[in-house]
């Protein structure tokens, strides 16, 4: 699946009639803008828009390399904002939270929309859902993400041991396309060998000397909150690598949209979803006549297969450049070409037959192999480094728990060899409780707040462990994460649909809306 056939212009009349309907008055409360590539504009030899249109209930705007913030062709311009630094310190997030589209901002607009439209598989229409539309009969959170805009676009950015300088907390920012070509460096690949890739290396807070270099990441660790946390005593292990390194108090910025599968990929290979691409957790696959749902239990381990021709992962990157060195990929799903790796064990399992079926994403054999996934895993109940009330209030928070139980005692046991040559000189190690928590209650509510402590517990267990048989002052770590989030507001329902229907349905012209908010013309909804 790494071909992917050429981009299929939609029809223009349906194209101008669904942006007329996504864009009145009345749906402003539920979608904040909408984004597709100018038709009259085409595309570069490979295939990414020469410009890209913007727009919300108000105006219009024209985004392309001579104008990346956009420049107004209609009535006001739909991007109030383009400040990576927007709401900035904190308090001004907490003063101002789930922000109305008049009071947001959108950073990095053009290269981030002009990569996601790159790849064939992303929609016609890019919708972009308000900060506050609450939509769980969609499958909707009251905590999400997903969206252009700032905060659930920032992910926080620390780095911390050999080699970084003690800053403390820095006003600048990122984007998690550096995060590969920093890890990569950091580890001994030339930067020659990275100069093609969307991000770079932020040679400018660390600097090389590292004998481990470890990367970690929290899914859905809101930035805002982890540090002031930490600034309190409440995330006690975070607090001890800021006190050896820094953080931007910008984080970085994910790429569009703001989703899990999308920036996994997007940290860990230095390129954009146009390049890598997975362009959502949920798309419609024109060439393969089929919906594709990587961010499913049946699909984790098949990631590798959605990526385009061309693309290298930071394991693949360390592997060319020292070849032999093992490096590790612990319940992470950007993987290909870790020398240990949790999801190449799922496929040794289920090649041999040892495993249930997964089957296809989201139908009952998925949901089985689910079951049988948390059969094998660590009792989050036995374990004084969760929290048990919230395993009994959110039945993902206690399965996420255990995944991040048994990747505690995965990157331990990598750890533990005897031999410092059999040690990883890469570990990557993925946590995913944060997201569960913030999903079921937002930014600062207890429960997404109780993800973050329950993190940090395992994290300063690792820790303990690496000071433990002396390594630790030996290590180089960055914490990140894949998305901000931002908290819903209950009263703040309703559905474009409608809207698209009445526009759309006369014409003859069937139309497909993934996510929602991934809008394909042409293509019927029940194809």
Request: proline fraction near 7%; charge should be negative; glycine fraction near 10%.
């Given at each position: 699946?790494?071909?992917?056939?050429?981009?299929?212009?939609?029809?223009?009349?349906?194209?101008?009639?669904?942006?007329?309907?996504?864009?009145?008055?009345?749906?402003?409360?539920?979608?904040?803008?909408?984004?597709?590539?100018?038709?009259?504009?085409?595309?570069?030899?490979?295939?990414?828009?020469?410009?890209?249109?913007?727009?919300?209930?108000?105006?219009?705007?024209?985004?392309?390399?001579?104008?990346?913030?956009?420049?107004?062709?209609?009535?006001?311009?739909?991007?109030?904002?383009?400040?990576?630094?927007?709401?900035?310190?904190?308090?001004?997030?907490?003063?101002?939270?789930?922000?109305?589209?008049?009071?947001?901002?959108?950073?990095?607009?053009?290269?981030?929309?002009?990569?996601?439209?790159?790849?064939?598989?992303?929609?016609?229409?890019?919708i972009v859902h308000t900060a506050k539309h609450w939509f769980p009969?969609?499958?909707?959170?009251?905590?999400?993400?997903?969206?252009?805009?700032?905060?659930?676009?920032?992910?926080?950015?620390?780095?911390?041991?050999?080699?970084?300088?003690?800053?403390?907390?820095?006003?600048?920012?990122?984007?998690?396309?550096?995060?590969?070509?920093?890890?990569?460096?950091?580890?001994?690949?030339?930067?020659?060998?990275l100069g093609d890739l969307d991000g770079v290396v932020r040679s400018?807070?660390?600097?090389?000397?590292?004998?481990?270099?470890?990367?970690?990441?929290?899914?859905?660790?809101?930035?805002?909150?982890?540090?002031?946390?930490?600034?309190?005593?409440?995330?006690?292990?975070?607090?001890?690598?800021?006190?050896?390194?820094?953080?931007?108090?910008?984080?970085?910025?994910?790429?569009?949209?703001?989703?899990?599968?999308?920036?996994?990929?997007?940290?860990?290979?230095?390129?954009?979803?146009?390049?890598?691409?997975?362009?959502?957790?949920?798309?419609?696959?024109?060439?393969?006549?089929?919906?594709?749902?990587?961010?499913?239990?049946?699909?984790?381990?098949?990631?590798?297969?959605?990526?385009?021709?061309?693309?290298?992962?930071?394991?693949?990157?360390?592997?060319?450049?020292?070849?032999?060195?093992?490096?590790?990929?612990?319940?992470?799903?950007?993987?290909?070409?870790?020398?240990?790796?949790?999801?190449?064990?799922?496929?040794?399992?289920?090649?041999?037959?040892?495993?249930?079926?997964?089957?296809?994403?989201?139908?009952?054999?998925?949901?089985?192999?689910?079951?049988?996934?948390?059969?094998?895993?660590?009792?989050?109940?036995?374990?004084?480094?969760?929290?048990?009330?919230?395993?009994?209030?959110?039945?993902?928070?206690?399965?996420?728990?255990?995944?991040?139980?048994?990747?505690?005692?995965?990157?331990?046991?990598?750890?533990?060899?005897?031999?410092?040559?059999?040690?990883?000189?890469?570990?990557?190690?993925?946590?995913?409780?944060?997201?569960?928590?913030?999903?079921?209650?937002?930014?600062?509510?207890?429960?997404?707040?109780?993800?973050?402590?329950?993190?940090?517990?395992?994290?300063?267990?690792?820790?303990?462990?690496?000071?433990?048989?002396?390594?630790?002052?030996?290590?180089?770590?960055?914490?990140?994460?894949?998305?901000?989030?931002?908290?819903?507001?209950?009263?703040?329902?309703?559905?474009?649909?409608?809207?698209?229907?009445?526009?759309?349905?006369?014409?003859?012209?069937?139309?497909?809306?993934?996510?929602?908010?991934?809008?394909?013309?042409?293509?019927?909804?029940?194809?």
């Amino acid at each position: 699946m790494s071909q992917t056939s050429a981009h299929v212009a939609p029809d223009r009349r349906a194209l101008d009639v669904a942006v007329r309907a996504l864009t009145a008055p009345d749906l402003a409360p539920i979608l904040d803008l909408v984004a597709w590539p100018d038709p009259d504009a085409g595309r570069d030899d490979s295939g990414r828009p020469r410009a890209v249109l913007v727009a919300d209930h108000g105006g219009t705007a024209r985004l392309d390399a001579d104008h990346p913030d956009g420049l107004v062709i209609a009535g006001r311009h739909p991007l109030p904002s383009t400040d990576p630094m927007a709401f900035l310190p904190y308090a001004d997030e907490v003063a101002n939270p789930s922000p109305d589209h008049d009071d947001n901002a959108y950073p990095f607009p053009w290269s981030r929309l002009a990569s996601f439209f790159t790849d064939p598989r992303s929609p016609d229409v890019a919708i972009v859902h308000t900060a506050k539309h609450w939509f769980p009969e969609q499958g909707g959170h009251l905590g999400e993400h997903g969206s252009l805009d700032v905060i659930q676009s920032r992910a926080p950015f620390l780095l911390s041991g050999a080699g970084v300088a003690r800053r403390g907390i820095v006003d600048d920012h990122a984007r998690l396309v550096d995060v590969m070509p920093t890890l990569a460096w950091l580890a001994g690949v030339e930067p020659e060998a990275l100069g093609d890739l969307d991000g770079v290396v932020r040679s400018d807070l660390v600097g090389r000397g590292a004998t481990y270099v470890v990367g970690l990441l929290w899914d859905g660790g809101h930035p805002g909150s982890l540090l002031d946390l930490a600034a309190r005593g409440e995330l006690p292990a975070v607090a001890r690598l800021l006190e050896r390194g820094c953080a931007l108090s910008g984080g970085a910025v994910a790429e569009f949209p703001s989703l899990t599968l999308v920036n996994h990929t997007s940290m860990l290979t230095g390129v954009g979803p146009g390049r890598h691409g997975v362009v959502g957790n949920v798309y419609w696959d024109r060439a393969a006549d089929r919906r594709v749902v990587p961010n499913d239990a049946a699909t984790w381990h098949l990631t590798s297969e959605l990526y385009r021709d061309g693309v290298t992962t930071l394991f693949e990157a360390v592997d060319r450049a020292r070849p032999g060195v093992r490096t590790a990929s612990v319940n992470e799903m950007t993987e290909r070409g870790s020398w240990a790796s949790t999801f190449a064990l799922v496929r040794a399992a289920l090649s041999s037959g040892e495993a249930v079926d997964p089957g296809q994403a989201e139908s009952a054999e998925s949901r089985d192999f689910l079951s049988a996934v948390r059969s094998l895993l660590p009792d989050p109940y036995a374990s004084d480094l969760v929290s048990h009330e919230r395993c009994r209030s959110d039945d993902d928070y206690a399965f996420y728990s255990g995944i991040d139980l048994l990747g505690l005692s995965t990157v331990i046991g990598l750890f533990s060899a005897a031999d410092p040559a059999d040690r990883p000189v890469v570990t990557w190690w993925s946590q995913y409780t944060t997201d569960a928590g913030h999903h079921a209650g937002g930014p600062r509510s207890p429960i997404g707040l109780d993800g973050l402590r329950d993190c940090d517990r395992r994290l300063g267990a690792f820790l303990d462990h690496l000071e433990s048989i002396g390594v630790l002052d030996d290590a180089v770590f960055l914490v990140t994460a894949d998305h901000g989030f931002e908290t819903a507001e209950e009263s703040v329902r309703g559905s474009w649909s409608p809207a698209l229907a009445a526009a759309l349905d006369p014409l003859g012209v069937p139309w497909r809306d993934e996510g929602p908010g991934f809008l394909y013309l042409g293509v019927a909804p029940d194809a």
